[in-house]
């Protein structure tokens, strides 16, 4: 079956632009997550949402991203005003639900680089 | 807080058995140990799952002992497709989510 999908698969953007990250989780999937990761670390967790419930941001690094997840389903990373730090691969996950968070099908990642 | 701790890099050559070792230091009773492979330009993908003994699928086997302080990864006769960075990230305190840690980078060479 279709893994879970990211769009775009690169992106280069100004210093100051704002940028939109897409993630399709697999379907029947409630729990999505967003990860960071910088050329050559570990993940970088920034965001979850678990079905209807409100998310956990606490993994932001700055008010100047946000995400939302429309119908439970497809989820948008935002990154206003962007800054040469932010540049990395963006990474989205998800699973069956909280309880599965062992075991997430992580997407290809999306990366972003800030000139 | 629980923590996970794992070498940074490994070499090893084709045809080996590589045994990549993790320790978990406070893991929480109830916890799983989980650990992931990444290659290059890819997101992780999980490998193995257990909670004691051992536990062995078409891709690693994986060593619990009874204390589960530790785990070892092993990987039975390695192929060059076999460098990546293998992770054991460990749950958060909630329960609803993985931390990764930097891995252990393992280069496979001819």
């Known amino acids: 079956g279709a893994g879970v999908s990211q769009s775009p698969s690169n992106k280069v953007t100004e210093k100051g632009k704002d940028v939109e990250l897409r993630c399709d989780p697999i379907?029947?999937?409630?729990?999505l997550y967003w990860y960071r990761q910088s050329l050559g670390q570990g993940l970088e967790f920034l965001i979850y949402?678990?079905?209807?419930?409100?998310?956990?941001k606490s993994g932001l690094p700055s008010d100047r991203f946000s995400a939302e997840r429309t119908g439970g389903s497809v989820s948008t990373l935002t990154i206003q005003r962007t800054q040469q730090e932010d540049s990395a691969v963006y990474l989205c996950?998800?699973?069956?639900?909280?309880?599965?968070?062992?075991?997430?099908?992580f997407g290809p990642g999306t990366r972003l680089t800030v000139t | 807080l629980a923590k996970t701790t794992q070498p940074i890099s490994m070499d090893s050559y084709e045809g080996q058995e590589v045994n990549i070792t993790c320790s978990h230091n406070?893991?929480?009773?109830?916890?799983?140990i989980t650990w992931y492979q990444q290659f290059p330009s890819q997101g992780p993908r999980f490998i193995i799952q257990?909670?004691?003994t051992k536990v062995t699928n078409e891709v690693a086997s994986l060593f619990i002992p009874a204390d589960r302080k530790s785990s070892t990864l092993s990987l039975p006769r390695v192929s060059l497709s076999d460098t990546a960075v293998y992770y054991c990230?460990?749950?958060?305190?909630?329960?609803?989510?993985?931390?990764f840690g930097g891995g252990t980078r393992l280069m496979v060479k001819p």
């Open positions: 949402f678990q079905g209807n419930s409100a998310p956990d």
């Open positions: 257990g909670y004691k």
């Open positions: 406070n893991i929480a009773t109830n916890d799983y």
């Open positions: 990230p460990r749950l958060n305190n909630a329960g609803n989510m993985l931390t």
């Open positions: 379907s029947g999937h409630t729990a």
């Open positions: 996950a998800s699973s069956l639900s909280w309880q599965g968070a062992y075991e997430q099908y």
